[in-house]
C-alpha cells in the first residue's frame, strides 16, 4: 500500500500563505507602517525553512543537493 502523508502536510503551505497575507494587517496597530518591513523579514526567513523542508523531503534524486548515493554504493564496493 502506498504511504499517506498526514493531511496538515498537504494543506500547510497555504495555510502558511493566508498567514503571512494577515501579518501585516496585525503588526500595523505595532509597528505602523514599519509592519510591511517586519513582515517581510517574517515571511523571508518562515517561507525559506518551508523550502528547507520540501527539499529535504525528497533526499534522493539527480538534483544538485541530493545524496550522491551513487558516488557512496562505489567507495563502499571499492573498501569491502
Known amino acids: 500500500t502506498a504511504r499517506h502523508s498526514p493531511p496538515t502536510v498537504h494543506r500547510s503551505p497555504p495555510r502558511l500563505m493566508l498567514?503571512?497575507?494577515t501579518l501585516p494587517l496585525v503588526l500595523y496597530s505595532y509597528f505602523g507602517m514599519?509592519?510591511?518591513?517586519v513582515s517581510f523579514v517574517v515571511?523571508?526567513?518562515?517561507?525559506?525553512v518551508e523550502?528547507?523542508?520540501t527539499e529535504i523531503e525528497m533526499p534522493f534524486?539527480?538534483?544538485?543537493?541530493?545524496?550522491?548515493?551513487g558516488n557512496i554504493?562505489?567507495?563502499?564496493?571499492?573498501n569491502e
Open 19 to 21: 498567514w503571512l497575507i
Open 51 to 53: 523550502a528547507v523542508g
Open 73 to 78: 554504493n562505489d567507495t563502499i564496493k571499492v
Open 61 to 69: 534524486g539527480h538534483d544538485a543537493n541530493d545524496l550522491p548515493l
Open 34 to 37: 514599519g509592519a510591511i518591513a
Open 43 to 48: 515571511s523571508y526567513m518562515l517561507l525559506g
